[in-house]
């Protein structure tokens, strides 16, 4: 018998959701296929089977919190047993008049709903009494199918739905009500892990940073010429399209090296001032905005620049980003401009205190001289910094310094 168990994923990453399993009860498996797949706050990981046999049980369902070492399944020898995997956590239920290790788990924000769903004589998986929680439900109200009377996360959605207005004294719960009229269609999904961890990594950086946004546009015209001139010979020699991102980032790191404490983050009372450039470069992917690193921008060239950011980018719509991806950066990148946003003001990265936002290329008017004008491409690029260290002139000088490069592209042959 061989156990299934989470896998370690590095300090900063202690619990996760199983978001799906591969293989069921009762399927054979190889050494090295995948079991399932969990879900962590930045990157989704694959387990995998350590021994060729049949899976035997399964401890934990589809949307339940499991702890890094935790067990969630088995492996055996012969034939895979004939319990279904909501069986897993029956041993759980057999107490069930006491059951006092439930109470601790709902007692920090609903201490009134631990002994009713004590007293209930039912077991609930930890999805099910973190959600519980959540939404200030009494376990000892949920109805349920399970024969052996276990609460599954599902039984205490569906309460919810038939009780919209169950819990009038939590605010959230009359927010609900205020939203949720009778008779009018709606769907209720609970958020992601790595959604909620976005969530409140933004609410984060609001709060903790003295965040401010400066602005400028960027005359495009020499760098569409030299796309123009360059994309068919430079994708021939080098594999890769010559976008516009390999043009931001040299001229991005340009600037880092002219203001270094936009390359920096503040621990406590220090300001820690890196000597290196390693550029985020935010990706949109189907769970949400993830930010993975190009490494020591400042060494690469233009080609192995956008050959990274390319390889990173599908590795974030496939769900394959480790966290080497993702760890460390010393400024972020982020480009609305793809999906034609015209403006926007960029959120720090935390504990970055620098991002630059890129935006649409638009045809507008442009004075040339005092007697005439053109339409030139243009695109507005933002800034968003933590006053805390940088200085409003300070970032002012870094953008223009930024536009300044990308309007001269050759600089930054040199600068960057």
Known sequence: MSEIKVPAMGESITEGTIAKWIVQVGQAVNQGDVLAELETDKVNIEISAEQSGVLTEILHAEGETVAIGEV????????????????????AAAPAPAAPAAAPAAAPSAPAAAPSSDASGYAASPAARKLARERGIDLGQVATADPIGRIRQEDVKQHTDRKPAAAPSAPAASAQAAVEVPGKPIERKPMSRRRITIAN?????????????TFNEVDMTAILDIRKRRKQSFQEKHDVGLGFMSFFTKA???ALKEFPLLNAEIQGEDILVKKFYDIGIAVSAKEGLVVPVVRDADRLSFAAIEKEISDLAGKARNNKLGLSDLQGGTFTITNGGVFGSLL????????QVGILGMHKIQLRPVAIDAERSENRPMMYIALSY??????????VRFLVSVKSMLEDPETLLLEG
Do not use: F, Y
Not at 201 to 213: D, F, K, S
Not at 386 to 395: F, S, T
């Open 252 to 254: 991005v790191v340009g």
């Open 344 to 351: 926007s003001t960029p959120i720090l990265n935390t504990p």
């Open 72 to 91: 969630i399944g088995r492996i055996g020898e012969g034939q895979g047993a004939a319990a279904a995997a909501p069986a897993a956590e029956a041993p």
């Open 386 to 395: 933590d006053h805390r260290i940088v200085d409003g002139a300070e970032a």
């Open 201 to 213: 990594r933004l609410v984060e950086a609001q709060h903790t940073a003295a965040m401010l946004t």
